[in-house]
């Protein structure tokens, strides 16, 4: 299992900046864990948004890519996601995830942080 803490949510202008922050209770390092972002807006299911792949690489929503970019620090057990060019549609919950492979088996088991409330608007 793992603990997942977002901070950073507020609310900003259109055109604005934030970047959200995601402490994790386990060592983020592990090929074993997949480390993302998700948000969910009013109304709405929950979207994925970014994520790391398990060779590192990163994958973005077609709707972000561009603006936002996730990134990690791995000594500090963080992922980030800094949000540039913000629009009202950005508005959500975003979600840290967890994607943790079971031992043994092919199974990515997910976890979830509380969210942070994004609201964008003039």
């Known amino acids: 299992q793992v603990q997942l803490v977002e901070s950073g949510g507020d609310l900003v202008q259109p055109g604005g900046s934030l970047r959200l922050s995601c402490a994790s209770s386990?060592?983020?390092?592990?090929?074993?864990?997949?480390m993302g972002w998700y948000r969910q807006a009013p109304g709405k299911q929950r979207e994925f948004v970014a994520r790391?792949?398990?060779?590192?690489?990163?994958n973005y929503a077609d709707s972000v890519k561009g603006r936002f970019t996730i990134s990690r620090d791995n000594a500090k057990n963080m992922v980030y996601l800094q949000m540039n060019s913000l629009k009202p549609e950005d508005t959500a919950v975003y979600y840290c995830?967890?994607?943790?492979?079971?031992?043994?088996?092919?199974?990515?088991?997910?976890?979830w942080g509380q969210g942070t409330q994004v609201t964008v608007s003039s």
């Open positions: 790391f792949t398990n060779s590192g690489a990163t």
């Open positions: 386990r060592r983020i390092s592990s090929i074993n864990i997949l």
């Open positions: 995830n967890a994607a943790i492979l079971q031992t043994g088996t092919s199974y990515y088991a997910n976890y």
